[in-house]
């Protein structure tokens, strides 16, 4: 039930990354649930992590892991969310990197740790322990699209994209992929997302670049307003392109570079919204006029997370009122309703705080009948803008949700 | 689809107060959907008002003609909330309430106008107009049921409250109706409410009395967090009872009075919850040990709010690392995760930040089969503690919003 999604095509393999699939029986059907990815000698590495306080065991390993060592894997099991799970939970964690640290002769700190799935129970460790040799045997430059289906819990399609660009005489690649359908309201980055790059940048560029790109992809979505344990962002410079290293945040090299992984992250992030837990539409919400951009945020996502916004959407009913009713909630005091201007794609549906005089139900209908809707909400207070994505609330989401562990 | 609702009986007449109904045909079928009540003269009125920026037009006049008249009438329609009408909705208000003086020989701002029903739609003044002798002729002390049967929407069941207290020598009647069922975050006030007494009492006392039960109250309820334009909570005191003005705030008259109004005002705002749309559980929310009152509501709305927590407890499922990934989410940052507890009724589900060593999935079960159930949080860092109510989230919520104006 995705909005505008088509199974990945030419996903292009990146120099220095590898990667691996397999099956460790963490779900009751047969599927791969377990991911290896590794980095060849030297890359760079930047991640960013959930905010949620409940942040998983594997999260905190791999926080950990970064900052003392350069990391060569990174290992991603579904099925199992390995958080709220204390202790236990962290040995867990660590003991699976250090079994594949000696299947590959790594230290156990160049291992990150990923978990996605059901919050609560024990990690299996023996499950995933058993497969490992046969994950590193099969290490291959060409299994991104792999990845992308054995990181997938509640999602319904794979999620990959790649994109090549110049950088002066180098040709650069990036490929990235992605997980997340539902408690999708990514605080710093979204469920799972692995990005690589042959690009050649120094270690404190990278991070730089990670921290823009999330801010306008990952950290601009919601599907239902709730922030998961398990939220990871990594991106991977693996350096081996021909070109000069990237040391200038000034450079003509860094902007190209940071704009190009801007606008993957962004199409990555959008991948998760149209296939979003029960979506039946893509909903882009644009707030423009706004006296700083944290308001224009702030209106964006109030209108983003009403269910009662979201069930209009769902019926192709331009009921507008629920929407001046979420603008009018979103904290902002001293704003003057009056001047609310209100646009469905091209059609204005308010004006001066009320319903447009050249408003009719059919045009409002005309566009609510389509998959992809963009809502324009004008403040007319100031020069900021901000764009986030979201979906509707359907009754597929319910049964999601209300069936995920039975 | 109303959990533990029942149609109200033996619901008190209150002297000074008459009440009358009839049809406007404000709704395609036939049902009552205006509602008058008058006060005698000399009764004091206070009130609380939505806090949304797009506050309807009729609250905006309720508000003008509180702060210049003592009020004499309520004169409540639904079908059409007059919100996002702009100045022809304040216009069409003050129309209505200019009939009802012209009819009963008050003034125009001796009416307090209320609105409840779909946004952004004119006002059919005329359709009001028409019947406001015949409303006015019918006026009688024992149309309260009818009075909170013509108010409702989406309620699938009319919510009326009764109590009487002695106070001294004398007998106090207290009756209340209320309607709300979605759009329910009040702040300040649900929907609309009405509540009467005869106690004789001091205006400026009734107004500290409201305050304090709808913060205990309307104030602490949620079915979908989405706070509507026209939250209004008018309460009346007719004095008609017979014992001595209530002028003292520390004296044991305005403790008993206040009391027995929170109590009423409490029981009013649950049967909002019992009847939320689409509910098929009462959710009482409990969040204890806090430092400040403030953070046990924040974690409370959290909870309360999140859809994947709502869609378990629809599913019967106790999916408790979706609880506690709402509380890691409630933006207390320095929270020690670590000493959380979590009952579901008396089943410790979670204790220290983790599954409770006693707890089973059967246990867990039991419990969340019931219709009704309580959640408790212990923070573990404060001696605070704070209450709320809310709902499930079911097929049937997104079934009733997307579905509405059709």
Redesign the interface.
């Known amino acids: 039930m995705s909005v505008g999604l088509k199974l990945p095509t030419s996903i292009l393999p990146i120099n220095g990354i590898r990667l691996s699939t397999c099956c460790a029986n963490l779900y009751k059907k047969k599927r791969t649930d377990l991911t290896l990815i590794e980095f060849a000698e030297g890359s760079n590495v930047a991640a960013v992590f959930t905010k949620?306080?409940?942040?998983a065991a594997p999260v905190q390993i791999a926080k950990q892991h970064l900052t003392e060592y350069k990391p060569r894997y990174c290992l991603i099991n579904a099925g199992n969310?390995n958080?709220?799970?204390?202790e236990?939970?962290l040995l867990d964690s660590s003991i699976t990197c250090k079994a594949l640290a000696n299947a590959t002769g790594c230290k156990e700190g160049e291992v990150l740790p990923f978990s996605t799935g059901?919050?609560?129970e024990v990690l299996p460790v023996d499950k995933i322990n058993t497969v490992l040799p046969e994950l590193v045997e099969n290490l291959s430059a060409n299994s991104w699209l792999d990845a992308a289906k054995a990181i997938m819990t509640t999602d319904t399609i794979p999620k990959a994209v790649s994109k090549t660009i110049s950088l002066g005489e180098s040709a650069i690649s990036i490929t990235g992929v992605v997980k997340g359908s539902?408690?999708i309201r990514p605080?710093m980055a979204t469920m799972l997302a692995f990005i690589a790059t042959d690009a050649n940048i120094r270690k404190d560029m990278l991070e730089k670049i990670l921290l823009h790109a999330v801010n306008k992809s990952f950290n601009r979505i919601t599907v239902?307003?709730?922030?998961?344990?398990n939220d990871s962002c990594v991106l991977i410079a693996t350096g081996k392109a021909r070109h000069k290293c990237i040391d200038d945040q000034s450079s003509e090299e860094y902007a190209i570079l940071e704009n190009a992984l801007t606008s993957v992250f962004c199409e990555l992030s959008q991948a998760v919204i149209r296939d979003g837990e029960g979506a039946s539409k893509f909903l882009t919400i644009k707030v423009t006029g706004g006296k700083q951009q944290s308001e224009c945020i702030d209106v964006a996502y109030k209108i983003a997370?009403?269910?009662?916004v979201k069930?209009?959407f769902?019926?192709s009913?331009a009921?507008?009122?629920?929407i001046?009713?979420?603008?009018?909630?979103s904290g902002?005091?001293d704003?003057d309703?009056?001047n609310i201007e209100v646009f469905l794609d091209n059609i204005c549906i308010?004006e001066?705080?009320?319903?447009a005089a050249s408003y009719t139900e059919e045009k409002g209908s005309m566009v609510m009948l389509q998959d992809e809707i963009k809502l324009t909400v004008n403040l007319k207070r100031g020069e900021h803008q901000e764009v986030i994505w979201t979906t509707d609330?359907?009754?597929e989401?319910?049964?999601i949700?209300?069936?995920?562990?039975?």
Chains 1, 2 share one sequence.
């Open positions: 949620n306080l409940f942040c969310a958080a709220g799970t204390g236990q939970g059901v919050i609560g539902g408690m605080n239902d307003g709730d922030t998961s344990t997370e009403s269910p009662l069930t209009a769902t019926a009913d009921n507008w009122g629920r001046l009713s979420a603008i009018g909630n902002i005091n704003l309703i009056n308010v001066n705080g009320q319903r609330l359907s009754h989401y319910i049964k949700n209300a069936e995920y562990r039975t």
